[in-house]
Structures are given as C-alpha cells and as structure tokens.
C-alpha cells in the first residue's frame, strides 16, 4: 500500500506538536504537505534521534519512524 502525507503522514503529528513548531519554534508547519516534505530530512532526524516531539515519554515508536522515512524514500506523495 503506498504513503501519502494526507492519510499517512500528517495523523503523525499531534495539535501540540504543530504548536510548539509554529508559535514555539517559529520554524513551519508540521501541516502544510509543502513545508514537511521542505524540511522532511530535519524532521526525520529528529524523530529518529527523540529530540521530536519535544515533550518526555511522547518519542515516536519505531513503526512511526519507519513510516516517516518510508514515505521519504517514495518521493514524498502526497
């Protein structure tokens, strides 16, 4: 079954980790299919390192970032 960001990848990422990234961080937005798959090789690194999301105990299991990284690797279908 192929990925896409709108059914696969965007559900990854919770209301408060949109919020930290925007208002928090002012870096982008977590929910824009343009601005993740801009910055998809940061914020995989991140989720694969724990230092996303940024609260303790909330680290993506491993499914999640092999999820991630699986729909990098399709060329990021949206």
Same mark, same amino acid.
Request: aromatic share 12%.
């Given at each position: @079954?192929?990925?896409?960001?709108?059914?696969?990848?965007?559900?990854?990422?919770?209301?408060?980790?949109?919020?930290?990234?925007?208002?928090?961080? %002012? @870096?982008?937005?977590?929910?824009?299919?343009?601005?993740?798959?801009?910055?998809?090789?940061?914020?995989?690194?991140?989720?694969?390192? %724990?230092? @996303?999301?940024?609260?303790? %105990?909330?680290?993506?299991? +491993?499914?999640?970032? +092999?999820?991630?990284?699986?729909? @990098?690797?399709? %060329?990021?279908?949206?």
């Amino acid at each position: @079954m192929a990925l896409s960001y709108k059914t696969d990848i965007k559900p990854l990422f919770r209301a408060v980790d949109q919020d930290h990234m925007l208002n928090g961080q %002012g @870096m982008f937005d977590l929910w824009s299919y343009d601005d993740v798959k801009a910055n998809a090789d940061a914020i995989y690194d991140a989720v694969q390192s %724990g230092r @996303m999301p940024p609260e303790k %105990g909330s680290r993506w299991p +491993a499914d999640r970032v +092999a999820k991630f990284k699986q729909w @990098m690797d399709a %060329g990021y279908p949206a």
